[in-house]
Each structure stands twice: as structure tokens, then as C-alpha cells.
């Protein structure tokens, strides 16, 4: 296994469609992250799931964004009607349950572009 | 609130030591980390300290934790032009599982 892998990792969209990421955690691992990082900033986080089960959500996760894992492995993140304001690096993590969140291990991300 | 502050822009010359600096609100903090990001690449776990430490070393990097002042610095000694790259400061707040990141500082290495 080589890591956690995300696709695809570059996205350019016109204001007001759909996008769907996705990511694909480290086998065994039941914790998936996702996380946005905007030009200049750090990562802010925006949603967790243990298995398919999500568990927190951000208050930055707007209606016009839905996470899912309905198996329990891979999640998808889908933008609805995108807005200038969404572009930026969208990051997945993975970690084993009941690890020290030390061991959240990033994937390289899916950088948004929205025109 | 949960809040993580540093400075934006650190330069320093080859060979010398590194020092970026942190600050952070949140007292109830169980884990401290540093991340490394270099262009085009995810983010790098450097190292990280449990709350109940106040300095922990690996090979080139010490890392200091003041928590009474809630301030965490990362030393990088002989830094080398590979070590250009945006240094995360980050949080996780107690019995918590997400990650605060602060925004970031950008280390310049001079020749």
C-alpha cells in the first residue's frame, strides 16, 4: 500500500457546476478526514468518518457540500454549486480508531480551481 | 477557542539553525505537531509532542514546549536547502480527532 491517494488532483470548473472528489484511505485504516487549505492558509478541517459513519462535520461544510463512505472505504466529497470561494487544495487523511492523531497520514491532495 | 498562531516568513543561511516559533490557545491540547509542505506535495508529519513533555529531540529537530506561555517552537539545526518548505504548527484539543493547523511559515534558505 502506498498511501492514502486522492483523484483527481487537479480540478478547474466553471462557477455554478458539480465536483466530486475522491479519496482512497490506506487499507484497514477506519478513520477518514477531509480537510481544505485555501491559498496562504493552513489546513482547516471539515469532516470525519469512522467506518461509513460521519461523525463531525465543520461548520464551514455548507449545505452545497456532502461527504460520503458508503462502504466503508473510499469517501467522495461532492460541491454543488461551486462559487469562486471553494477554490483550494481539498486534503483526505486516514488514520487506525483509537490511534494518536499523530498518525493521520495526508494524501496530496486535489487542488480545486473554480473560473 | 481554538486558535493557532506563527509567523509567516523565516530566512535563514545555509548551515545555520532554524528556529520557527508557535503559539496556541487551547491549554486542554493533548498532541502538538509539526507538518512540512513542499510545492506540490501533501503534507509531511515532522514530529509532534505529547502535552506532558517539554522537549523532545529527533536527529536535527528539537522541538521546545512552554505550556505555561502555550508556546511550541521547532529547532532545525545545519539547515539545508532541502529544508525549504512551509512548516505547519498544529493542535489537537482534547478528546478531540480533527487537526488545527496554524498558517503556516514559510522558511527561506540563503546561500
Known amino acids: 500500500d502506498t498511501g492514502v491517494s486522492q483523484n483527481p488532483r487537479h480540478k478547474i470548473t466553471k462557477r455554478g457546476q458539480n465536483v466530486t472528489f475522491r479519496c482512497d484511505p490506506i487499507?484497514?485504516?477506519?478513520?477518514l478526514y477531509w480537510y481544505r487549505q485555501t491559498l496562504g492558509q493552513g489546513p482547516e478541517f471539515l469532516t470525519y468518518f469512522q467506518n461509513e459513519a460521519q461523525l463531525e462535520k465543520s461548520r464551514l461544510l455548507s449545505d452545497r457540500f456532502s461527504a460520503e463512505r458508503p462502504k466503508g472505504s473510499f469517501s467522495t466529497l461532492e460541491i454543488q454549486r461551486t462559487e469562486q470561494g471553494d477554490s483550494a487544495m481539498y486534503l483526505c487523511?486516514?488514520?487506525?480508531?483509537?490511534?494518536?492523531?499523530?498518525?493521520?497520514?495526508f494524501g496530496p491532495g486535489t487542488r480545486l480551481t473554480v473560473t | 477557542g481554538e486558535d493557532v498562531e506563527q509567523s509567516l516568513f523565516l530566512s535563514v543561511r545555509e548551515g545555520d539553525s532554524s528556529v520557527i516559533n508557535c503559539t496556541y490557545t487551547?491549554?486542554?491540547?493533548?498532541?502538538l505537531y509539526w507538518y512540512k509542505q513542499e510545492p506540490g506535495a501533501g503534507l509531511q508529519l515532522l514530529t509532534y509532542?505529547?502535552?506532558?513533555?517539554d522537549m523532545k529531540q529527533d536527529q536535527r529537530l528539537t522541538v521546545l514546549l512552554n505550556k505555561k506561555d502555550k508556546h511550541l517552537s521547532l529547532r532545525i539545526a545545519d539547515t539545508q536547502t532541502g529544508d525549504s518548505a512551509i512548516y505547519f504548527c498544529?493542535?489537537?484539543?482534547?478528546?478531540?480527532?480533527?487537526?488545527?493547523f496554524g498558517k503556516g511559515t514559510r522558511l527561506h534558505i540563503l546561500p
Open positions: 487551547d491549554s486542554s491540547s493533548t498532541y
Open positions: 487523511a486516514s488514520s487506525l480508531p483509537g490511534s494518536p492523531t499523530y498518525e493521520q497520514y
Open positions: 509532542i505529547f502535552s506532558n513533555m
Open positions: 498544529a493542535e489537537t484539543p482534547n478528546r478531540d480527532d480533527k487537526i488545527i
Open positions: 487499507s484497514e485504516h477506519n478513520r
